[in-house]
T-cell receptor
Framework: NAGVTQTPKFRVLKTGQSMTLLCAQD?????MYWYRQDPGMGLRLIHY???????AKGEVPDGYNVSRLKKQNFLLGLESAAPSQTSVYFC???????????????????FGPGTRLTVL | KQEVTQIPAALSVPEGENLVLNCSFT??????LQWFRQDPGKGLTSLLL?????REQTSGRLNASLDKSSGRSTLYIAASQPGDSATYLC?????????FGKGTRLHILP
């Protein structure tokens, strides 16, 4: 199994350009996540998905859009890139585990290798 | 708002020593706590996951404890090795509100 893969590994954009980051997992996981990691800020959740066709906002969703058309893929889009979006982006996936309390139950997350994005 | 703090930010210890990494959180109403390892330029690797109803988890030389009432978790690494050098992060759930600490950068001196 390849696990979680991310495409591309590196990208440089100019302000205002758009791009899509692709995350793919071959573990049949229900949950998928997009994070960004910035020096001094730690990892922050951008968007997540609890299944095919569903997405939801995380802690820092502004300026990003996502789609989950297939269970194994989770796309992160930047419609008009800004220098503040310079970051390392990580995708992760996990099993579906019900908490019985109407909230997501935290289960082991598997991370991709990351995409380093620079916006000039 | 949940805040997760890891102290120290960096730590250097000689090979063979036992060590403890600390993680504290402000809101005790967590679902779970997870410890990760991150190598430079790499993604995160899950080390241990403690459910909210559990007190500790063990895997090999690693032991993680959780005290929800005091808002603390510790990661104990026994007989440290140079290969343990990495950044260690803790994170508290639930998944849709997951908050990560900023990590402790660990360097094991040969």
């Amino acid at each position: 199994n390849a696990g979680v893969t991310q495409t591309p590994k590196f990208r440089v954009l100019k302000t205002g350009q758009s791009m899509t980051l692709l995350c793919a997992q071959d573990m049949n996981h229900e949950y998928m996540y997009w994070y960004r990691q910035d020096p001094g800020m730690g990892l922050r959740l951008i968007h997540y998905s609890v299944g095919e066709g569903t997405t939801a906002k995380g802690e820092v969703p502004d300026g990003y859009n996502v789609s989950r058309l297939k269970k194994q893929n989770f796309l992160l889009g930047l419609e008009s890139a800004a220098p503040s979006q310079t970051s390392v982006y990580f995708c992760a996936s996990s099993y579906l585990v019900g908490s019985g309390l109407g909230r997501l139950s935290y289960n082991e997350q598997f991370f991709g290798p990351g995409t380093r994005l620079t916006v000039l | 708002k949940q805040e997760v703090t890891q102290i120290p930010a960096a730590l250097s210890v000689p090979e063979g020593e036992n060590l403890v990494l600390n993680c504290s959180f402000t809101d005790s109403a967590i679902y779970n706590l997870q410890w990760f390892r991150q190598d430079p330029g790499k993604g995160l690797t899950s080390l241990l996951l403690i459910q909210s109803s559990q007190r500790e988890q063990t895997s090999g030389r690693l032991n993680a404890s959780l005290d929800k009432s005091s808002g603390r978790s510790t990661l104990y690494i026994a007989a440290s090795q140079p290969g343990d050098s990495a950044t260690y992060l803790c994170a508290v759930g639930p998944d849709d509100k997951i908050i990560f600490g900023k990590g402790t950068r660990l360097h094991i001196l040969p």
